[in-house]
């Protein structure tokens, strides 16, 4: 297990990162849905006109050797934050946390979105 965070490339737009983050979201939503806030349709929606593509390198992506496995992301712009987590990797969530509150926050404010009952 190599795990490691990065930032999504600075690609406004269908890079690979967006189409490999959409492949991620059906993955761990096909046998159940995890993340009910955050599918891969509102993934794809998100990258429309509202959305502000000036700080599309501050989403953190988290990789197990080059598998997506967890992503934290804003839907709007900075200072909101989304966390889709592959179960298996339930560990990631306090680096996902620590990532998002130094990559995402804005004016030090980070609204948090998880799914009911997801407190761990």
Same mark, same amino acid.
């Given at each position: &297990?190599? @795990?490691?965070?990065?930032?999504?490339?600075?690609? /406004?737009?269908?890079?690979?990162? +967006?189409?490999?983050?959409?492949?991620?979201? $059906?993955?761990?939503?096909?046998? *159940?849905? @995890?993340?009910?806030? +955050?599918? =891969? /349709?509102? =993934? /794809? =929606?998100?990258? %429309?006109?509202? &959305?502000?593509?000036?700080?599309?390198?501050?989403? *953190? @992506? #988290?990789?197990?050797?080059?598998? @997506?496995?967890?992503?934290?992301?804003?839907?709007?712009?900075?200072?909101?934050?989304? +966390?889709?987590?592959?179960? !298996?990797?339930?560990?990631?969530?306090?680096?996902? &946390? !620590?990532? #998002?509150?130094?990559?995402?926050?804005?004016? %030090?404010?980070?609204? $948090? #979105?998880?799914? !009911?009952?997801?407190?761990?």
């Amino acid at each position: &297990m190599l @795990i490691k965070i990065r930032r999504y490339n600075d690609k /406004a737009g269908y890079s690979d990162d +967006f189409h490999r983050i959409c492949d991620f979201l $059906i993955r761990i939503n096909q046998a *159940g849905v @995890i993340t009910p806030h +955050f599918l =891969w /349709a509102r =993934w /794809a =929606w998100q990258f %429309g006109p509202y &959305m502000s593509m000036e700080h599309v390198s501050s989403i *953190g @992506i #988290a990789e197990d050797n080059g598998k @997506i496995v967890g992503l934290v992301t804003y839907e709007y712009d900075l200072g909101e934050a989304y +966390f889709c987590i592959d179960h !298996d990797y339930n560990f990631l969530k306090p680096h996902l &946390m !620590d990532y #998002a509150i130094q990559n995402l926050s804005f004016e %030090g404010k980070l609204r $948090i #979105a998880l799914p !009911d009952g997801d407190l761990g």
